[in-house]
């Protein structure tokens, strides 16, 4: 699967037409069994499928390379704050060294002033004013100090050395970082051309679908009121024998109430979207780091996105089925802000991605999820509805509160 962070469509036949009884129903259903067998409006669905799945495609590489992009650039950065660091050991190290070398000189000079041949320090102590003994003494330990200077010295020098050859290895790095990252800059600006191109023939072929018929108001809108209420949610799922693995504080029926409410307030149907949950969750057994709903996992990914909440995990979800749903969806217009956990944690940023999402109006009913929209797998749209209608057969009689 993939579902990346890169107005119901009502054509044909209306919601009306699909509810009515009796004879008219039959000849509506007959009506549509035409349009489905069309070779137009099958080719139609299967060119709108292809040319969807083609643009998620080309949306999962961009993203991916951005990804890269982004990886490199901090890597660049904390490459160019080591060597800094570097630079500053090795001015450090070098201060040393013209210490100690100083410290030799001075020596030097002082053996030099004191008449000796500069190989020992007895001879600048040699003389009446000392005694024999002392003068040994003395001479042992400035040899000693001598001798402790030089291993330091040299120490010192070695470490320089060090310094300079991780120095060096570091810009090494870093040129070799910088010459990577221009390669990605490259990539992305063909990949953003490849994605254009792709989005672009998504929607002709989305335009011609709605010309000709192909698309109409059955397949469950994902916009609109709820059917169902959390209490008859939680009436069916207690029912499953699922195994729920929640983050501590948190329950299902909670989550059955946030999905209503979340929905409610963007005018989502958060039972529909509830259903959704318990398929990428296997009902609520494997939903890590308040992920309800597949946001950042694909197909080769290890790991999908964390949302510190559990509301936050289904805002997320709730907003992302609000884009797919309506072309027409605004930030500005949300109940709530764009997720900053999804969309971008800058507000203005968050909300410009949310505005050119790229699969805007995509998918209007859940029959057309899957193929890419919000996950490869063609069945998904399938698997969505089926859990949601035993949902609803389940809680026939069942009171709403």
């Known amino acids: 699967m993939c579902r990346r962070r890169?107005?119901?469509?009502?054509v044909g036949m209306t919601v009306a037409m699909f509810l009515a009884a009796g004879p008219a129903a039959t000849k509506v259903g007959a009506?549509?069994?035409?349009?489905?067998?069309?070779?137009?409006?099958v080719k139609a669905r299967a060119d709108l499928q292809a040319t969807q799945a083609a643009a998620h495609v080309a949306a999962a590489d961009l993203e991916r390379t951005t990804e890269q992009r982004d990886a490199v650039q901090a890597d660049i950065v904390k490459h160019q704050t080591e060597i800094g660091d570097l630079e500053q050991?090795?001015?450090?190290?070098?201060t040393q060294v013209d210490g100690l070398l100083q410290n030799v000189r001075a020596r030097a000079a002082a053996l030099y002033v004191a008449g000796g041949d500069g190989t020992t320090f007895l001879d600048?102590?040699?003389?009446?004013?000392?005694?024999?003994?002392?003068?040994?003494?003395l001479g042992d330990a400035a040899a000693r100090n001598d001798r402790a200077t030089m291993r330091q010295l040299k120490e010192t020098r070695r470490q320089l050395g060090l310094v300079q050859d991780h120095l060096r290895?570091?810009?090494?790095?870093?040129e070799s970082q910088h010459a990577s990252l221009n390669d990605l800059l490259g990539r992305l600006e063909q990949q953003r051309v490849i994605?254009?191109?792709r989005v672009a023939a998504?929607?002709?072929?989305?335009k011609r679908a709605r010309e000709i018929g192909a698309l109409h108001a059955a397949g469950e809108p994902i916009m609109g009121p709820a059917t169902l209420s959390a209490a008859q949610m939680m009436a069916w799922y207690n029912a499953q024998g699922y195994r729920p693995r929640l983050s501590a504080g948190v329950t299902v029926t909670q989550l059955a109430q946030m999905f209503i409410q979340e929905g409610s307030d963007e005018g989502v149907r958060g039972d529909f979207a509830f259903a959704q949950a318990i398929i990428e969750s296997g009902g609520f057994s494997a939903a890590p780091a308040n992920n309800y709903s597949g946001l950042g996992w694909c197909d080769s990914c290890s790991r999908g996105t964390s949302f510190p909440t559990p509301r936050d995990g289904i805002r997320a979800q709730i907003q992302l089925l609000l884009n797919y749903a309506n072309p027409y969806s605004r930030a500005s217009q949300l109940h709530h802000p764009p997720s900053p956990y999804w969309w971008d944690s800058d507000p203005v940023k968050a909300a410009r991605y949310f505005d050119t999402y790229f699969a805007k109006g995509w998918a209007p009913t859940w029959s057309d999820m899957g193929h890419g929209n919000w996950a490869t797998d063609p069945k998904y749209a399938g698997k969505g509805i089926g859990v949601y209608r035993r949902m609803v057969a389940f809680t026939q009689g069942v009171p709403a509160a």
């Open 6 to 10: 890169l107005g119901v469509l009502l």
């Open 31 to 41: 009506q549509e069994a035409l349009i489905e067998a069309d070779p137009l409006v």
């Open 89 to 94: 050991q090795r001015t450090d190290l070098a």
């Open 124 to 137: 600048m102590l040699t003389g009446p004013v000392l005694e024999a003994a002392r003068r040994k003494e």
């Open 169 to 174: 290895n570091e810009q090494t790095n870093l």
């Open 195 to 197: 994605l254009d191109q």
């Open 202 to 206: 998504a929607n002709a072929a989305l």
